[in-house]
């Protein structure tokens, strides 16, 4: 699973797999924490991360959810996703 983003300790991956499951998403790792963002609703659909992280990968995807829909579609076709900017 290719990491295409990180920032703030805080690493975004997605799997490259034409099986991997909709809705579209990413995964998020942040110290021993995981979550899965759902990238159309901005939303954490599976895990956990503290309230600051929650809210900074939230604001990155809404900024950034056209580039991670584009790479989903990359990914869906068993391609390399494409590395996205970090907030800053």
């Known amino acids: 699973m290719p990491t295409i983003c990180m920032f703030y300790g805080i690493i975004i991956r997605m799997y490259c797999a034409p099986s991997e ?15 899965i963002i ?3 609703t901005c939303e ?13 990968v939230l ?15 990359l990914a869906q076709n068993g391609e390399l996703p494409f590395m996205i900017e970090p907030l800053r």
């Open 59 to 73: 604001a990155w995807a809404e900024l950034r959810q056209e580039e991670l829909l584009a790479d989903w579609q």
């Open 44 to 56: 954490i659909t599976d895990g956990k991360l503290p309230t600051k992280q929650t809210k900074i």
């Open 21 to 35: 499951h909709n809705p579209p998403h990413f995964h998020v790792y942040y110290n021993e924490y995981k979550a």
């Open 38 to 40: 759902d990238i159309r």
